[in-house]
Structure formats: C-alpha cells, structure tokens
C-alpha cells in the first residue's frame, strides 16, 4: 500500500480525497505549503495531490522545489483552473498529471492507483539493478548481503527526509556509519555532523553538553557554552548509544525533539534548532521501553524509520569484501605494497563467528598486516582466538564425518587447552593451572595422560 499526500486548502476537498482513497492508500494530509514541507520531510510520500492556489504559499512553488530532487514523488496538480498555461507550466516543473476541479472520482482513482503502480515499479527495478551490478558500497559500508542491501535501499530512500532514525545493531556492526550516511545523502551534507556518546559522558555533564548553559549556571560555569544541539542546527547531530541517558534526561531530550527548541542550563529562553535526529543503540530498546528504563513516548519520537543492522556472523557472505577492504586499507597506512590473504586463512575467517562484528575483523586485518612479514597473509598470521576456533570446528567435522568419535574429540580438545595455556604462561605449571581453574596436581596428572611436556625439560 502506497503513501498519497494530499495538499490542498479546502477542508472538504482534503476529506473527500481522504475518503475517495483510504481503500487503495494510506492518506495524510496538509493545509498549506509549510505543512506539506513538514509532512515530506516527516515521511516521504509515493504520490502527491497538489493544490495550485492556496494561501501562504504557491503550489507551483513546492511543485519547484521537489523536482530538484532525485527520488521526488509524482505530483498531480489539482485546480479549479482550467487555463492552459497554468497546466503547461505545472507540466514544466515536472508534474506527472493536471485534473481540474471538479474532479471526477473513479477517473481520479484509477490515475492514482496507476501512478502508485508505477512508483513501486520504479522502485523493484532501481532494487533489481542494483542487485545486478553487485552494488556493494554506501559511503564506508561495504556488503553484499540481502540484510545489507536492505539497510543501504532504507537509508537512500529517508536520508533526504527530516524523520528521525533510530539504528539498532551489536557493538562494532557500523552505526555510526549508517549515521553518516544518512547525512552525507542528505540536503544537509554541507552543515555540521555532531557525534554524541551517550555512554561515555558522565549523567552530571550529559545535559549540559547536550543543551549548553549560561554563565553562573553551576559551580565550575564560568562563561556560556552552547550545546550540541546548537552546534548540530541545519545539520544532523547523533547521539550513540542512547539507551544509557538517564530518564530525567530522558523527558527533557522529549520535549527538545517535540519542540523543536532547547534551553540552555541557568535559562528560560527557548532556542529555536533545527535539526536531523538520528539516534542508535545496541540494546533491545523494545524490551527496555516494556520493563520501564526508556520512556515509550520518546522511542516512539526517535523510531520514526528504525535500521536493524545485522550481525557480521550472519551476513558471512561479506567477510571477503570487507577483507579485501581493510587489507587495502591497512597496508596503506603501513606503506606497504597490497597484501593478500591465502585460501586457508580466508576460509578461517569466514567462518568464525565474529563477536566483536566488523570492528574486531578491521582489528584483526590491521594487526596481521602490521605484524607479518611476508606478501600473503596466512593461519599463522591469524589470532589465537581464530585458530581456537578452528580447531574447535575441525573437531565437530570429524565427529560429523565419523573419523573418530566423541570420546577422543573431547580427548583432543582438552590437550589443545592444556598446551595453549601452558604455552602462553611459558610452560610455567602454576599460572597455567590458575588460568584454567586447575590444581597444580590436577593441572600435571593431565599433562601426563596427554603426552605433554615442557620444551626445555
């Protein structure tokens, strides 16, 4: 079901479209032009019914500012006149359609539900295309995954709105770059990005650098200091990990989003801002909002347009672009000639589950590159926690494939523990025995059922 916005002055007219299409459409209307701008803005329609002689401001004159716009939707001019050149010109700016008033009402219908078709065709064969050439990239994300080409086709179809988005996702999935880009595709690409850490601001400070304050406003205020809800106006300011604010803060961030305006600490003077709010967490903010550590009013306000990112253990099929991305990239910035990784050391790190997400793949890439010698990057050059898990996964094959049975894989399990514990401590008896929860006693009866010994004993 499309999305139709209906543009027009007249009450009746706006209730009679609503009426006429509420079967086929979501409808929302506006009264004037500045409604119709919010309401764009808010949720980017699929269709809009444009009135040409309204109050406040001219329907040719919105009609002129959306087709500036790559992914403006059609527009049907409405109007009670019938003289040609008000339809050539509407027709100029790029209207799909002129109907005069009054309209007949099955005609109508049926050139909405038409344009509606179109638009979502428009849109399978844009996602197709994309699809066929490999399109793989938005700003610094890379993926290739069904999950990521979902992400990159919600981010290009609201970056250009005003609504808020809410990005949800494990640490280290990228969601300060989905942030980014919302902005950099936006029209607010030239003005300022303002990144704020809920999380590693102390509660005491979070408000002020948030909202500023006046002079004299606390103890340590000596002079004013705007916050960065100013220093974000006409652009996009982010506030990461915003399920750590506490719920005082929490109302006053509520009323900021609803008004539009913020008062800097020690006043009472409303600022007017103008912002594009985008907000991310790594917790399950439904499950917070249900057990009353978030405000339901004010997720509600942030969720306009929520972005789940997915797991990298769940999108497997873009571990070898995002390798061959930080390979490029770390062997950049180590002056070095392009590296590759071997077979071996690829297929180890497509399947490992990657806890840490892209973040800890980038470490691991980076860490290779700077530590191996050579121009190929092997499993010695991986961390051990990469080749434990190997091991691990080299023991559940062979219990699947029947080359040995339960008994000797937990057998060899245990050995594989025992000698890289041991070696990590240097074969000292003790420390090893601590690290696995182990008497010293136990700790050498084990190694003794397994063979193992110190190298220099």
Known sequence: MGRVLVVDDEAGVRESLRMLLKDDCEVVTAANVAAALRALEEAPPDLVLLDLIMPGGSGLGLLEALSG??????????????????????????AADYVTKPFEVDALRIKVRQLLEHRALQEEVMRLRREVSGHSRLGRM?????????????????????????????????????????????????????????????????????????RGAFTDARERRIGRFEAASGGTLFLDEIAEMAPALQAKLLRALQERSVERLGSSQPIDVDVRFVAATNRDLDRDVAQGRFRADLYYRVAVVPIPLPPLRERREDVRLLVGEFLTRAAAQAGREPLQLD???LAALERYAWPGNVRELENVIERAVTLSEGSQLGLSDLPASILQAEQLEALREG??????????????????????????????????????SLTRRQ??????????ASPTS
């Open 142 to 214: 890379i993926g290739r995954s069904t999950g990521m080409r979902e992400v990159f086709h919600t981010i290009e179809r609201v970056a250009s709105s005003r609504a808020s988005v809410l990005i949800s996702g494990e640490s280290g999935t990228g969601k300060e770059l989905v942030a980014r880009a919302l902005h950099d595709l936006s029209p607010r690409k030239d003005a300022p990005f303002v990144v704020v850490n809920c999380a590693a601001i102390p509660e005491t400070l979070l408000e002020s650098e948030l909202f500023g304050h006046e």
């Open 399 to 436: 219990v699947r494939a029947g080359r040995f049975g339960f008994d000797e894989a937990v057998a060899r399990f245990e050995k594989d523990l025992l000698q890289e514990a041991l070696e990590r401590h240097g074969w000292n008896q003790t420390r090893a025995a601590t690290q696995l």
């Open 443 to 452: 700790l050498k009866l084990k190694m003794d059922r397994h063979g193992l």
């Open 69 to 94: 716009h790559d992914s403006a939707p059609p527009v049907v001019v409405l109007t009670a006149t019938k003289t040609v050149t008000t339809a050539v010109e509407a027709m100029k700016l790029g």
């Open 343 to 345: 077979t071996e050391a």
